[in-house]
């Protein structure tokens, strides 16, 4: 019996290293876990066992669960899942196991175990759960009926559903209990059918959008020998899509592609015109798709296009004056265009770009935009309104905390909050933001009594290559090399 026990204590270890190696248990609490755990595995393996040891092991296990679920929340870490619940979930589910075994007609221990398997997302056994239970209960209907309703609504399977009402109902032919819920599954799957059959029809609907045709025209444009059917193709866009926002962005930008005069191309110069005038009709259509479709997806088009034309660079010292004045014209664009989009959406959803590096851009932007507009009040306002929108970039985050410490008296306790909210979204992989966090704390402002705390949460956080990275400049920082 000590062989075995000690074999199933052993199978814990690397969980509970893992738990005290994050931070979520002391080592004197794994201790602990340890000790309470032997004493109830002995208590599973005398000669005569008492079903309370079964279900005081099971509520140990998932007090144990419940514990790290809010010590995660507490320290803001939702990594190791695999290494550390999932292991402590299939060992409650083996004790659920061992117990039903060992008293079948015990109905609502088998009800306990399903109700931890829909509880901690572990679906799948459900199924297994009600099978073995219906071996043993057949005779109660009710049974019956909840593992058919538990297939319909926890793993959406109408098929299994059915199957386990005809089942029942050659055990109890005539249940009208029974037959009333296969009557209701039935229906609800048949409504489940109806709207699926609206959503594909919806969606052959969707196919034939401005999107598709202008994949279409960009198919045909590969052929040599189709300039009629591109005709055709663009008529039938600019008839019958102008309330599609890709629309007015393909024939925005079509003007780029626009043919320019022969003799003005033989300069620099004349060659910078040409680009600045094509720019301009490109802006003008886009004024124009916004007259008739002042929306969200239309004015990120626009923007998107901005900022695109403004990271344009050049290398012909000539054009450099050109190119200069072109990236302000579209610099003030996209001032005015931000001001739209939050005067049209007030909760900046149409700075949630479905494109992610432009949604990105597009915050650090209109940051920059509130603090040369508003001022260091106005760019704490624009900055909490938008920390939570996804996706974001670190360049967002450092920006805050230059334009903190830009000020006459940087708060401290703003500085940690951008920092601590930087690491929620970088802290696994980027190195040289513990770094620079644990320079800040060092610095006139900070408490350097905290670089210890925050070095071990990058310790504890930081994932693979990172974590050598991190320990050879903090090293590099502490000897005065970096």
């Not at 000669?47 to 514990?67: C, G, M, R, S």
């Not at 009800?111 to 071996?135: D, P, R």
Request: proline share 2%; hydrophobic share 40%.
């Amino acid at each position: 019996m000590a062989e075995i026990v000690q074999q199933r204590i052993e199978e814990r270890i690397p969980e509970l290293e893992q738990l005290e190696r994050v931070g979520l248990f002391t080592k004197k609490e794994v201790k602990s876990i340890i000790k309470r755990a032997t004493a109830l595995e002995y208590k599973l393996h005398r000669l005569i066992v008492n079903k309370e040891d079964f279900i005081a092991y099971i509520q140990y296990e998932i007090n144990v669960l419940e514990l790290i679920k809010k010590r995660r929340v507490h320290i803001h870490y939702q990594f190791k899942r695999e290494e550390i619940e999932f292991p402590i979930i299939h060992r409650i589910n083996s004790i659920f196991r061992r117990a039903t075994n060992k008293w079948k007609d015990d109905v609502q221990l088998w009800l306990s175990h399903v109700a931890f398997c829909k509880k901690w997302a572990t679906k799948g056994q459900i199924s297994k759960v009600f099978s073995a239970m219906l071996a043993i209960h057949p005779d109660k209907p009710a049974l019956w009926i909840m593992a058919a309703k538990s297939e319909l609504e926890d793993r959406n399977s109408s098929e299994s559903a059915r199957h386990l009402f005809l089942r029942a109902l050659r055990f109890h032919p005539n249940n009208k209990k029974v037959y009333k819920e296969y009557f209701r599954m039935e229906l609800l799957h048949c409504e489940k059918l109806r709207k699926q059959k609206e959503e594909l029809e919806k969606a052959e609907m969707d196919l034939v959008s401005a999107e598709f045709v202008i994949s279409l025209l960009n198919i045909a444009a590969i052929f040599d020998f189709t300039k009629e059917l591109q005709d055709s193709i663009l008529q039938d866009l600019q008839t019958n899509y102008t309330e599609d926002s890709f629309t007015w962005d393909f024939m925005a930008k079509r003007e780029l592609e626009a043919p320019g005069a022969g003799a003005e191309l033989q300069s620099a110069k004349g060659r910078a015109s040409d680009i600045n005038r094509r720019e301009e009709r490109c802006c003008q259509v886009y004024e124009e798709g916004i007259k008739s479709l002042n929306t969200e997806p239309m004015w990120t088009c626009y923007v998107a296009f901005c900022l695109e034309r403004v990271k344009r660079k050049t290398n012909v010292q000539e054009l450099k004056e050109k190119s200069f004045m072109s990236a302000q014209c579209f610099g003030l664009r996209i001032e005015i265009a931000l001001q739209t989009v939050c005067s049209l959406v007030c909760s900046q959803r149409g700075l949630l770009s479905a494109v992610a590096a432009v949604a990105m851009e597009m915050k650090q932007r209109y940051l920059d935009w509130s603090y040369h507009t508003g001022g260091y009040k106005k760019a704490r306002k624009t900055f909490t309104s938008l920390q939570e929108n996804r996706p974001l970039s670190k360049a967002f985050f450092t920006r805050m905390i230059e334009i903190e410490k830009e000020q006459e008296t940087p708060k401290m306790n703003y500085l940690r909050d951008y920092y601590e909210r930087a690491l929620q979204e970088f802290g696994t992989s980027d190195d040289d933001l513990w770094l620079q966090y644990i320079q800040e704390e060092l610095g006139p402002l900070g408490q350097p009594e905290n670089c210890g705390k925050i070095h071990w949460r990058a310790m504890k956080f930081l994932e693979g290559e990172s974590v050598q990275r991190f320990t050879s400049k903090y090293t590099l920082h502490q000897t005065g090399h970096l």
